[in-house]
């Protein structure tokens, strides 16, 4: 440590002439979007003004001319103001990443609030020049640190955070071998900063920062350098077969060869679960079924909804369940269950929907289905007319596969399924009533009132808990 403490001054001026050329590179480099390539560029400049501002300090610090003092409150505020606008630019690089390669609908709400940190800390870096609010540097040259300096290391280590959170919650989303490397990059300048608090001399932030912004543009690079690569072999191949016939049109029809294949693909997967949309696709007219040894199934249904659709035009029944229903597609989409299908006013999901019996289907389905009371909750704050569901879960074997070839569906079938739905039309409003083959599944992971006699019609009498 003593080393490196002793070489940093030779070290930031290499990383400051190596942040230099990489924002040169970026600016030549015509295989970026637009955003994404100033947000490097940025990045890097960044980290070079980290690193003049931290030179610049240790160099006139110890200076007592007014040329000095000056020279010295210019890079103390260099040193406060850069690092917020690195971290600034590095949230406007991952939205570039979510938005143009993870397809997301919705910016996740972290880089908003990111966005929010860092610009209050260049407004408070700003206000320091006037208050003495981080520092002060008096007439003889001393930095004084103000009574609110933690808050220069709360705000822009927040924004890491928040950041750091929002690639680890939306990891299959980003390229295949990029989110490692920026979770790397996001939690070296965090520990940094740590480091930086307790220690006096020692310049790492500086150093992690320019490390941090070269590393995120060979990553960058390097995915760029590999879809790059994809995209000739592709070109090859194709330019081989239809060499005659398409050679001047190649490049038109790949492009909505691509469109149309991505626009079949969301479609399908709106549709069917992935791994059956893939099937589909592949082995196109052929039947395609599949046995679940432990699935475990949900129906809910609202309480008189034929009563409540009488009283309202066909566009207010559309409307409120097409809200309803969006909202628990939502909550299926974030925790993992499988929707099947709406029959009307009734929704119908899934869970455990794999070969391994020991898959807690069971405990993620009474857990979404806690959601949905809580989404009907939320619902019911701004509707026209409140409403309550009932919802009914079991577990067991079931078949389940695609019927048709036109406007086909994926369906599942069997004793689970029925007992599934009696379950849910002898359940109590905004209650969850499991079977008891559920129940001994869930164990005590719930509390449990019961158990309660049902009539199931083919079964006899069959015993069904309700989740406290």
């Known amino acids: 440590m003593n080393a490196l403490i002793r070489h940093q001054h ?81 949230n406007f690089y991952l939205k570039d990443l979510f938005l143009n390669e993870g397809e997301l609908k919705k910016m996740p709400w972290e880089f908003y609030v990111a966005g929010i940190f860092l610009l209050i800390e260049i407004a408070l870096v700003l206000i320091t020049q006037f208050t003495g609010l981080y520092y002060t540097i008096d007439a003889r040259n001393n930095y004084i640190r103000g009574p ?8 822009p280590t927040g924004a890491l955070l928040l950041q750091f959170i929002c690639i680890a919650r939306n990891f299959k989303r980003i390229p295949c071998k990029m989110p490692g490397p920026l979770l790397f990059c996001i939690a070296v300048p965090i520990a940094a900063s740590a480091i930086q608090f307790k220690m006096k ?74 791994d059956i949309a893939r099937e589909l696709t592949e082995r196109p007219g052929q039947t395609i079924s599949r046995n679940y040894p432990n699935a475990t199934v949900l129906f809910t249904d609202i309480v008189g909804f034929t009563k409540m659709s009488s009283d309202m035009t066909a566009d207010q029944t559309v409307k409120m369940l097409n809200q309803l229903t969006s909202l628990f597609d939502e909550r299926a989409a974030r925790e993992g269950v499988e929707k099947i299908k709406t029959i009307g006013d009734s929704y119908m999901a899934a869970a455990g929907l794999d070969e391994n019996a020991q898959n807690g289907g069971v405990e993620k389905m009474v857990r979404f289905a806690q959601g949905l ?19 009914g879960i079991n577990s067991g074997e079931l078949v389940a596969g695609v019927i048709g070839k036109t406007k ?5 079938w069997g004793d689970t399924v029925n007992v599934a739905s009696r379950m849910e039309s002898s359940g109590q409003p905004m209650k969850i009533h499991v079977s008891e083959a559920a129940q001994k599944q869930a164990g005590d992971k719930f509390s449990w009132q019961g158990p309660v006699q049902v009539e199931v019609k083919g079964k006899g009498l069959m015993n069904g808990y309700f989740v406290s």
Do not use: W
């Open 373 to 391: 009371l809580r989404d009907v909750e939320e619902f019911n704050k701004t509707a026209e007319k409140p409403l309550q569901i009932r919802v």
């Open 148 to 155: 609110a300096r933690p808050l220069a290391y709360i705000f």
């Open 201 to 274: 001399g020692f310049y790492i932030t500086g150093i992690s920062s320019a490390g941090m912004a070269i590393l995120l543009y060979i990553f960058d690079l390097a995915e760029m350098n590999k879809k790059v690569e994809r995209a000739h072999r592709l070109e090859i191949e194709m330019l081989a077969r239809y060499q005659k016939e398409l050679e001047q049109t190649v490049d038109e029809r790949t492009k909505e060869l691509r469109v149309a294949n991505q626009k079949v693909e969301r479609l399908l997967l709106n549709i069917l679960p992935a």
């Open 10 to 90: 030779d070290l930031m001026i290499a990383l400051q002439a190596i942040c230099l050329l990489t924002a040169l590179l970026t600016f030549r480099t015509n295989n970026l979007t637009k955003r994404r390539k100033a947000a490097i560029i940025f990045l890097e400049l960044s980290a070079t003004g980290i690193l003049s501002s931290q030179l610049a300090f240790t160099t006139y610090s110890f200076m007592m001319s007014e040329t000095a003092v000056f020279i010295t409150k210019i890079a103390k505020f260099g040193d406060y103001f850069f690092p917020a606008f690195l971290i600034l630019n590095l």
């Open 408 to 412: 086909f569906i994926y369906d599942i």
